[in-house]
């Protein structure tokens, strides 16, 4: 239609009120109105003419913008043509005949590009899914049960979310994922059921460690009850675990086991400690006495009563701390040492005086070998390691002490 046309100039009115609409250059009436005038039938005519326009514009822009697929467009256009080629209005519909023709010429370039795009979409699903297969048959062949559970339920929702491809090859490749799902599935119930008779084992043990160290926690046998309680430990460790709640439980009983015979172990240790360190401190103060009382002394017996009330006082004081022993008996070596040279001395100048002294040294060396050898016996009867090497120890001393003395008899009877 010319700009200049007007819908009406397609159309003319009869006196009868008869309106005709000429198309393909040929006139035909397209109907009446009854006591209207001829320009009110016209503009009846014209708007249904507009408004077949007014449906091929938008036709147009559907088509344009590919708001549609080109098989509903093509139902649409043959629609439209049935609607203009019949239609019962005034105006260009040859116009509108020929721009339906051209939206047509339109669909064979949008069919072909739907055709490329689907195919594109075809490869990219297919692309995605067969990455999806390859993870899910990685994820079977491997051991992450708790990740790999959450991955496959993931995968499973982008699996449902992508759209079909070919039967075939979605079939085929959903058979591959399907099977990758099963087999973890099956391996993890599998790795579970093994996990949970091991764990059951390891309860079992457990419970038995529990049973043999309970009535190891009120022992005083200190030394091979720490070892006992070494070697159930190193058991329980190899038991492995049990389930979580029960590994948890049973720990805290057999730990509050070892607490209490550990505790009971430090306390007793610790009043020993205490004792023996107020006993260090008392031989430190009597050597420092006695190491005072001796200076400037020179008459024999009178350092020899020194000394031997010094042995007496020193004797009738408990066990030191191991570590204090040596350093004291050199102490008090070095005393009897000092004796030693002053009897040394005075048998020089008077020796049976001097073989009575060394007489009753060896006497009261002997005396207290004996006492510790008693103090010895007891300590092992009664299974205090401690007290037994500590009083091994004593004797060792005297024993030294006892040869010196015994040297210092026997140049009197040479």
């Known amino acids: 239609m ?26 035909r009436s397209v109907g009446q109105i009854p006591d209207s005038t001829p320009e009110e039938a016209m503009a009846f005519y014209v708007r249904r003419y507009e408004n077949l326009a007014a449906e091929v514009s938008l036709l147009e822009s559907r088509v344009d913008a590919h708001a549609m697929s080109p098989e509903e ?7 439209a043509r049935g609607s203009v080629a019949e239609a019962n209005a005034v105006g260009d519909l040859d116009a509108l005949l020929r721009r339906l023709d051209a939206i047509g010429e339109l669909l064979p370039a949008q069919i072909e590009a739907r055709k490329a795009a689907k195919a594109e979409q075809h490869a990219a699903t297919a ?12 994820l079977a062949a491997g051991n992450d049960w708790r990740g790999g559970v959450d991955r496959f339920r993931v995968l499973l929702e982008e699996w449902k979310a992508l759209p079909r491809i070919d039967r075939a ?38 419970e038995a460690i529990i049973a043999e160290a309970e009535p190891l926690a009120d022992s005083t046998d200190w030394g091979a009850t720490s070892g006992a309680f070494r070697d159930l430990m ?24 070892q607490d209490r015979f550990f505790d009971a172990r430090t306390a007793a240790q610790s ?73 040394a001395a005075e048998w020089k100048r ?50 030294s002490w006892l040869d010196q003395a015994k040297a210092t008899l026997e140049d009197f009877t040479r």
């Open 350 to 399: 008077t020796d049976p005086e001097a073989r009575k002294r060394a007489e009753d040294t060896v006497a009261m060396f002997s005396a207290q070998i004996e006492k510790l050898n008693k103090d010895l016996a007891a300590a092992e009867a009664k299974g205090d390691a401690r007290r037994a090497r500590d009083a091994a120890k004593s004797i060792e001393t005297y024993t």
């Open 234 to 257: 190193a058991r329980w460790k190899a038991a492995g675990s049990a389930r979580r709640a029960d590994d948890d439980a049973l720990w805290a009983k057999f730990r509050a086991i």
């Open 169 to 206: 090859t979605d079939n085929d490749l959903w058979h591959r994922f399907s099977s990758a799902r099963t087999q973890y599935t099956r391996r993890r119930k599998a790795h579970f059921a093994e996990l949970n008779t091991r764990r059951d084992s390891a309860k079992a043990v457990k």
């Open 73 to 79: 467009a093509k139902a649409a256009i043959a629609t």
């Open 127 to 138: 692309a995605a899914k067969e990455a999806m297969v390859t993870e899910a048959e990685t």
């Open 2 to 27: 010319s700009e200049l046309q007007a819908p009406s100039d397609f159309g003319r009115v009869d006196p009868d009120g008869t309106v005709y609409v000429t198309q393909g250059g040929i006139e």
């Open 271 to 343: 009043a020993v400690d205490g004792e023996q360190g107020e006993n260090l401190a008392a031989k430190q103060a009597l050597v420092e006495q006695v190491t005072k009382d001796l200076e400037g002394v020179t008459d024999v017996e009178q350092a020899k009563g020194i000394h031997r009330e010094f042995l007496s006082k020193f004797s009738e004081i408990g066990h030191v701390p191991r570590q204090a022993m040596r350093d004291l008996d050199n102490k008090v070596r070095s005393l009897g040492s000092k004796i030693a040279d002053l009897e």
